[in-house]
């Protein structure tokens, strides 16, 4: 029989002893919200020319938004990229 008891500890307490586990959150949010965004974009049939031209910005901060491996977008463009689809984006403090 398996036994039912953690052992060990979480892979969040892993990441927190090497010191990784904001970064890691941070990257996975990120992610998130660029994989949404793309959604939004494939779902109201926007290409990254008018979603830039909506966003009153250049296709290659449109590309840095939609790249998960791009930290560097602030929340000020995620908020405008969310209203060129049609959406909101919410944040919340747990």
Do not use: C, W, Y
């Amino acid at each position: 029989m398996i036994n039912e008891k953690n052992i060990g500890s979480s892979f969040d307490e892993f990441l927190a002893a090497d010191g990784l586990l904001e970064s890691v959150e941070e990257q996975a949010i990120k992610e998130i919200i660029a994989d949404q965004i793309a959604q939004a974009m494939k779902d109201e049939g926007i290409n990254k020319t008018t979603m830039a031209k909506r966003m009153k910005t250049s296709r290659q901060a449109l590309d840095r938004l939609l790249d998960p491996e791009n930290m560097g977008v602030t929340l000020h463009t995620m908020q405008r990229a969310a209203a060129a689809v049609g959406r909101k984006l919410t944040l919340q403090l747990s």
